[in-house]
């Protein structure tokens, strides 16, 4: 697979199908790159907003990446610059007016690949989501991007995994074979044709966890025509990003990659102790079989132990992500269960008895020394390895599905 003819899937087939004049309706956010998630997971919570953020966008699409961390970083006065790179021109324009039609000055739009960075950065954050699996080589795209990283950055990237696209690989064969030397427009209308005259044993049709062939065609094309697509499961991406010299600070969301949020037998769980955390994100890859894609943030190995904010003092500050507190604490009784869903599947989440006057108490601001003293002062005695328990367990409900962060 060539650049060209990367470039010319994406100026038929900008992706993902966004309208600009949707920009007044509301701000579209996801993972990687939230800037209160890259906060947590790649400078321990301590992003210093006086200090400009140097931000790299590699492949930045239709600009979902680029707009939500622009704008969050204009939110919060930060004066940094985003810089968005993508080879497609068609993709840049819709993405250039996204940010027109926000009124975001922060971005510095261009047009290249990743493979060539020399003269760009060092950047303190790269975002690189849902590239380097359509890569011929993808270590080389990562090694790009370590490159042209500041020490103590960091890396946010998804890639796609292998099972939960079962079917997918299979399909995007046969329809190779089918549409050589066709136009995009064709593909996309021979796919789409196939896929009405698909048997009910295909395992495309039956997988619950795939559905871009069922939405706008770029979608579709995406994911049937692409003309290079890798999967990585856990321990590949791991490889992945030590050939790069970088390493794993964390695989988003928490919860999607912990056995016991899916198997509740204690003898089973009890025969992965000892498992290292990448050992048994590996393990639920392969019980699961749902997992379409990876999120994970990279940081060099030497910043593994402060990459990671950890709720482990009173001055840490609990930060909630699309969520009201008040509402869900009136919604969930003392030692409740928090229902929620990880990739399409229904889980329940132990919260402890302290849940509600804790969450009603964290405002972005409230240190955990404070909200223990505002909690004390309303629940009576209450020690602070007590409270920092009931904290703990909290914490890592939400923070396991990607609601809760931290900030120092």
């Not at 940010?99 to 790269?126: C, H, V």
Request: with cysteine; net charge neutral; glycine share 10%.
């Amino acid at each position: 697979m060539s650049i060209d003819d990367l470039r010319a899937q994406y100026e038929a087939y900008p992706y993902p199908a966004r309208d600009p004049a949707d920009e007044r309706k509301r701000l579209i956010t996801g993972s990687p790159s939230h800037l209160d998630e890259v906060a947590h997971y790649v400078f321990g919570g301590r992003l210093d907003h006086g200090r400009p953020l140097r931000v790299l966008v590699a492949g930045g699409g239709t600009g979902d990446g680029t707009i939500m961390i622009a704008q969050q970083m204009a939110d919060a006065g930060n004066p940094g610059t985003v810089t968005y790179l993508d080879l497609s021109d068609a993709s840049r324009a819709i993405a250039e007016a996204r940010a027109k039609a926000r009124g975001l000055t922060n971005i510095t739009f261009r047009r290249g690949s990743l493979l060539e960075l020399e003269g760009l950065g060092p950047f303190d954050y790269i975002d690189c989501c849902g590239v380097l699996h359509h890569l011929d080589e993808p270590l080389a795209g990562l090694r790009s991007l370590a490159g042209a990283l500041d020490p103590g950055g960091g890396i946010g990237m998804m890639v796609y995994a292998p099972l939960g696209r079962t079917g997918v690989y299979p399909m995007q064969a046969a329809l190779r074979t089918m549409t050589r030397g066709m136009s995009p427009e064709e593909k996309v209308a021979t796919a789409r044709r196939l896929i009405a005259h698909l048997p009910r044993g295909n395992w495309l049709l039956n997988n619950p966890f795939v559905g871009d062939h069922r939405q706008a065609d770029a979608n579709l094309y995406d994911l049937l025509l692409h003309s290079r697509d890798r999967p990585f499961t856990v321990p590949e991406l791991a490889d992945l990003a030590a050939g790069a010299g970088m390493a794993i600070s964390a695989l988003v969301e928490p919860a999607r990659y912990d056995p016991a949020v899916w198997v509740k037998d204690p003898r089973l769980l009890k025969r992965l102790e000892g498992l290292s955390p990448l050992e048994r994100a590996a393990w639920t890859e392969q019980a699961c079989g749902s997992m379409t894609k990876h999120i994970a943030y990279l940081v060099r190995p030497d910043r593994l132990n402060d990459a990671v904010a950890r709720p482990d003092g009173p001055d840490a500050v609990p930060v909630l992500r699309d969520l009201d507190a008040a509402e869900l604490a009136r919604a969930i009784p003392p030692g409740g269960v928090l229902e929620a869903e990880l990739m399409g599947q229904a889980v329940k989440l132990a919260l402890p008895r302290l849940t509600a006057p804790i969450l009603t108490r964290v405002d972005g601001k409230r240190t955990l020394g404070a909200i223990h003293e505002a909690v004390a002062a309303v629940a009576g005695p209450l020690p602070w390895e007590t409270f920092h328990a009931q904290f703990l367990q909290l914490f890592t409900a939400l923070n396991g599905i990607g609601k809760m962060h931290l900030r120092r």
